[in-house]
């Protein structure tokens, strides 16, 4: 038992490692291609180190990771004089932990069937039976917010603590319609165990972001504030504050801080996939029986692996896609957009949920409802989330609106012109 | 083996039984760790492990191993957090010893089996109250108190302070066996121990629950209103207006 969750422990940390160094070779290669240049694509094997004769393979760039990873070791580790020390060697060590810690409640796999060298059946993921799967992963995506905060303020830089300023009161903020979004889909699965909410999208085949097209919007633009990926990237924006809260860190702390982020964009997509997308499940390729064979169990574990990678796919093609938001802009976003939408849906969701249950009789419902009626459900609440989405455009339209406006004094807009006057 | 069980199973404390001396001892060593000599602080820091170490000793043991270091170590950083938490001169090291010292109370809530209790404890707490605490405190004056302020009132609320939580450990410790279990482990430890707490909320505790919704909302509309208090850009360029005229 402790040997196969060391063993589970060992793969998720390694995998997810590598993935993060190797997703940061595709977001280059990524940015290069949006920006029509070629990217890094030399780095490969160094053959000529060994060999005079023989020539060095370039292998399209693969191995500009592991170059980035020593040279970050090497770098020299700068810690400033005017830092608080315990803090600023405090703050990577807390946000990396508690991103990695993360992933003890996601699963990365279906279960693999009983063989080889064990009795049961394994699930693949390192805590299974985790009741309160969901609520972890939202404790220590709090946890990781200490990390950004010390950082900040141990740095003793106002760049620094601006960064730190913005990221808090972001992740703060965003919290609610990310939880808001959450609510929806464990109201209708009730349960807080991801592996169950999979199963449950399996067994109908209604993955929610069919059914919940409103709390998908709201948890998918959530998840990439909570990632503080572009268009939230304001805690690090580079034009205006340096680094953010990593301006003054150098060396293994800085690389400890940016291996943090893309682990909070994976999770981010892991969640994106197993709450909305139906994790493993696809419909003819994947059943939805709890035993499924060799094939099936590997079949699943590559159709989530897909999916992830199309989720963060989209992630960075959006990166070079949107402008950064104004600050004001992010908070209206927030509460002024976000907030309402998140819980249009979570009622919306509880209305449906309960009509579902009064329509079909009990017994039926838990058994699982019928085609039609998924279907008749499914189109409430698209009319639903265009209804509102349009509600709240037209209540709130400056949000997003860079352009001056009419209705006001450019005295009124900006103070300072004032004073001038 | 439950620890609250074995807990409850500790009887009146006694001068012969180490919990009196370690509750005593952790006590000089916080009274001593306020003092100003630095000689006089690190000789606290001992006294107040030495008082953990013996309270340690007291608990009776767990049975396995594992759930015993859990326990250990989970309740020895709950303890000497708190401590620190309450000694620490800079306000922010005292709220950062104040998350970690709910980690730790978190982790002996996960320890018992109680999953969600533990979870909301580190969301509600550490991850929303603390961080907003830490938020101001940054913000404010960061290493407390100039040495004066602190000085002043010292030699009086330092002593009557550690007697009253001296008192109040002393108090609940010995009448702790009077509570007794309230439920089964059963209950607490079933899979779906969160729908039953939702449950119990929503069904049983229904107009409490939203009767705290309210007050809070009602707390929240009033510190925006003390916020707003009218519009006071539009305010001053009026007024400035009027003067002009």
Redesign the interface.
Known sequence: MIIETLIKIAIVIGGLMTAAAYFVLLERRMAAWVQDRVGPNRVGAPLSQLNKGWKDLRLFGLGQPAADGVKFILKEEYTPAHVDKR?FVLAPISILVAALATFAVIPFGSVLPAGLFWDEPIEMVVHP????GM??V???S??A??GV??GG?ASNNKYS?LGTLRS?AQL?AYELPLGLGILGVILAT???DLNEIIAEQAKSGWWFAFTQPLGFFVFFVAAFAEAARLPFDLPECEQELIGGYHTEYSGIKLLLFLVAEFLHMIAASFLIVMLFFGGWHFWFITGHDSNPGWIQAILRVAVLMTKIFLVILFFMLVRWSWPRFRFDQLMALAWKVMLPLGLINFVAVAVIEQVKVAVIDPVKAISGSSPGMELICAIAAWVVCIVAWVVISIAGPLVADNRPRLDMDA??VD?QL?EAR | MNVTALLLAQTALTLDSPMTWGIGLGAAGLALRLAPQAAWQKLGIIAGLIGIALIGVALPPLGDVLPQVLFWLMATLAVFASGAAVTSRSA?YAA?WF?VSLLGVAGLFLLQGA??LG??T??VY???IV??F??VL?LAQPEGHSPYDRISWAGFAIPIATIGVALLIGTLVSSLPEFGSVGTPNEILH?????RLGGELYAKHLVSVEVVGTILLVALVGAIAIVIQGNP??RT?SE?GASDR
């Not at chain 1, 039976?129 to 309160?132: D, E, I, K, S």
């Open positions: 803090l039976g985790a009741g309160v609520l972890v939202f404790a220590l709090s946890i917010v200490y905060i010390l303020w603590f808090s703060i009730g349960s807080l005295f009124d103070p004032e | 922010v950062i998350a999953q969600f979870v909301a580190v969301v550490a991850g929303a961080v907003t830490l938020f940054m899979k779906t121990h969160v729908a850009r539009r360029t400035e």
